[in-house]
């Protein structure tokens, strides 16, 4: 059974309608109405707290609409993940290069262009989206934030709470137009990057967000044993994602580096599928590293 069943069915046994739900869930009757049709796929857990209003509201256990939800969002994002991500839409990179200091504007955008949706393009885009949900992310709760936000975007609130929701759900495969419209173009000021050693400044706008510039840099550490990220084990405990990894992806994926994030078992089933796309890869030889890891950390300075 899944989440959408059970709230219908609730909703039926209460003699409650969809508009109910979405008023006290603080959300649109769009919606409720999208996702109790499958048209959406129910937002993850832990980036919400839909499920807590719609469980009071529905007088129902507290964890289990979001039980069922990670369940049905699990199986979803496995069937999802089977294909080759989709390129990126032509607005999402009008804006980031728009961001892009004047200074390496030309010089990034010629690279974006050679190499559409490369290794450059899915750096910048996955360090942009990961700066601007911190931020969302922070202000989750904060009404006052989200009125502002709403303000600017021309929505009401109810409206921007679901694009919220939507957005903490988006991936750099999966980022659209009206996502960076809402968040990611009124957040970001600036962002420059080292194309040398790919190192990152992401300014944002102080009008809606606060702190210091966000520094991001590669680290080269020596040879030694590396403990394995939990969502990775499970990544190897699940044949149905890790089942047809070989030794060599296998030993890519466990050298994966985070500083203060905790990836999924999906995350390392994406990467799995990106490491098999040849449009990632350039067709020469390239010397293996065996006595370094490269990984990524992040200093907020």
Not at 27 to 32: L, R
Not at 168 to 185: A, G, H, I, Q, R
Request: net charge neutral; hydrophobic share 40%.
């Amino acid at each position: 059974m899944d989440v959408c069943l059970v709230i219908k069915r609730r909703l039926e046994e209460l003699g409650l309608e969809q508009k109910d739900l979405a008023r006290a869930s603080e959300v649109t009757e769009s919606y409720i109405s999208q996702l109790l049709a499958r048209k959406k796929l129910p937002p993850a857990p832990d980036r919400t707290d839909i499920y807590e209003k719609m469980a009071k509201f529905l007088k129902l256990p507290s964890d289990r609409l979001a039980k069922l939800a990670e369940y049905q969002r699990r199986e979803e994002l496995k069937k999802g993940l089977a294909g080759p991500p989709a390129p990126m839409f032509a607005e999402i990179r009008e804006l980031i290069l728009r961001k892009c200091v004047a200074a390496k504007a030309k010089q990034v955008s010629a690279i974006f262009e050679k190499q559409p949706f490369g290794e450059l393009e899915r750096l910048v885009t996955q360090k942009l989206l990961d700066v601007v949900k911190t931020v969302v992310r922070e202000e989750l709760n904060s009404e006052n934030w989200l009125h502002l936000m709403a303000r600017l975007a021309g929505r009401s609130y109810e409206q921007m709470r679901v694009t919220l929701l939507e957005f903490l759900d988006t991936d750099v495969f999966s980022l659209s137009p009206e996502n960076c419209v809402s968040f990611l173009d009124p957040l970001i000021e600036s962002w420059d990057v080292d194309l040398t050693t790919f190192g990152m400044e992401i300014v944002l706008n102080r009008r809606v967000a606060s702190g210091d510039p966000r520094r991001f840099a590669f680290v080269e550490t020596g040879p030694g044993k590396l403990e394995q990220e939990p969502g990775f084990k499970e990544f190897l405990k699940d044949r149905s994602l890790s089942g047809t990894a070989t030794t060599e992806e296998i030993e890519l994926l466990k050298k994966l580096r985070f500083n203060g994030k905790r990836p999924t078992s999906l995350y390392y089933y994406r990467e799995l599928q990106s490491l098999r796309d040849p449009l990632h890869f350039r067709a020469e030889d390239r010397p293996s590293v065996k006595n370094s890891v490269t990984k990524m950390s992040v200093n907020d300075a």
